[in-house]
């Protein structure tokens, strides 16, 4: 078998146009304040017309450093994530880091492979959204030396640092929304109860229909998924309910989801919002107030979500003396707009 050959210019060729010794091109690209000026000139000059282009992978295997993360978020595509992405991204810059991104899909084995792969570039370390309970990956990881955070989901402060939004609080924020406007038919629509931001908000919901004391419903309907299709779906499914059963307050589990039920309704212009069904979400992505309907939705900090998870592992990176791993929580907030607000037309 012939060996592949690569074209690209090595540190030796560097070296040869230059007229110096091959420590020295390390010293310019390495510790360039003990070369003298005149010689750094020649290496730096010799690099740009050979194009070359420093190989940092092999550099950190030997120095154990490394300048790079990795986020990993279950849908890259979801304008939560995206915002979310943008707070790693914005502190990571400032504090001299890029950010590698993998997209799970929500899909175990894809997740797996991210954080595979990652260790393998041995990155400084990992930002996780994780597909349902990552302690084991969390173990693993640690105990081959990467530092990783938990994102948008609490976990044990046995394990590692996370930073996470109260859902269960969301989620009765939501559900109580909908019963102070009169609606005494709920439906939850979200996805898998094995996704824990899923299974908290449905039983804030639960916990407000109870401390309201009044004869409230409250029904779960499961999407597919957490995208606008899904919940186009699951509104084509309520169309065909009899109007007697039909929900007369939805809480979404997110604005996607909240998205394809208000184009499902609109489409078939049979029922009115906020008349007949009132509709609230869950992230209050930019989209939301621009919808069909303006859509009303629990609010979370997903800019600074990231922000404070980076600071967090750059904490874990650098600092000797963590010691104590930290919970972040915020609060999510009300936002009410035309989806939700006002009475029940119909009984």
Same mark, same amino acid.
């Given at each position: !078998? ?6 690209? +210019?090595? !540190? ?25 000026? %005149? ?34 978020? +279950? ?53 996780l959204s994780p597909v349902e309970d ?20 609490k976990i044990s402060a046995d394990l ?70 899904? &919940? ?50 869950y992230d209050d992505i930019d989209f ?5 309907? +303006? ?10 979500? &990231? %922000? ?11 600092? +000797? ?17 035309? %989806? ?8």
């Amino acid at each position: !078998m012939s060996k592949m050959i690569s074209n690209q +210019p090595s !540190m030796k060729d560097v070296a040869k146009l230059a007229g110096v010794s091959l420590g020295t091109v390390s010293n310019v690209l390495n510790h360039p304040d003990i070369v003298r000026e %005149s010689t750094a000139k020649n290496v730096r000059r010799a690099i740009e017309q050979l194009g070359f282009v420093r190989n940092d992978a092999a550099r950190q295997l030997k120095t154990g450093n490394s300048k790079a993360i990795g986020l990993i978020v +279950p849908y890259s595509s979801n304008p939560f994530f995206a915002e979310l992405a943008k707070g790693v991204e914005s502190s990571a810059a400032e504090n001299g880091f890029q950010v590698l991104h993998g997209n799970s899909g929500h899909d175990k084995k894809r997740e797996s492979g991210y954080l595979r792969m990652f260790q393998e570039q041995r990155l400084s370390g990992i930002l996780l959204s994780p597909v349902e309970d990552a302690t084991r990956n969390i173990t693993q990881l640690r105990d081959l030396g990467t530092q990783l955070v938990i994102v948008d989901q609490k976990i044990s402060a046995d394990l590692c640092c996370s930073v996470s939004v109260d859902d269960h609080y969301g989620g009765r924020l939501a559900a109580a929304h909908l019963i102070d406007q009169g609606r005494t038919r709920l439906a939850f629509v979200g996805g898998s109860l094995k996704i824990p931001q899923i299974a908290d908000r449905l039983a804030g919901a639960r916990t407000a229909v109870i401390d309201s004391g009044s004869n409230i419903e409250l029904r779960a309907i499961r999407a597919e998924g957490q995208d606008v299709i899904s &919940g186009r779906l699951v509104g084509m499914a309520i169309l065909k309910m009899p109007v007697s059963e039909r929900p007369d307050g939805i809480f979404a589990a997110n604005d996607l989801l909240a998205v394809g039920l208000l184009q499902a309704f609109a489409v078939s212009g049979l029922i009115d919002i906020p008349g007949e069904i009132a509709i609230i979400g869950y992230d209050d992505i930019d989209f939301a107030q621009s919808t069909v309907v +303006p859509l009303s939705s629990i609010r979370q900090p997903a800019e600074l979500l &990231g %922000s404070t998870a980076l600071a967090l592992l750059q904490d874990e990176i650098s600092n +000797p003396e963590h010691h104590k791993h930290q919970q972040v929580s915020f609060q999510p907030s009300l936002i009410v707009r035309a %989806s939700s607000l006002g009475k029940a037309t119909r009984s």
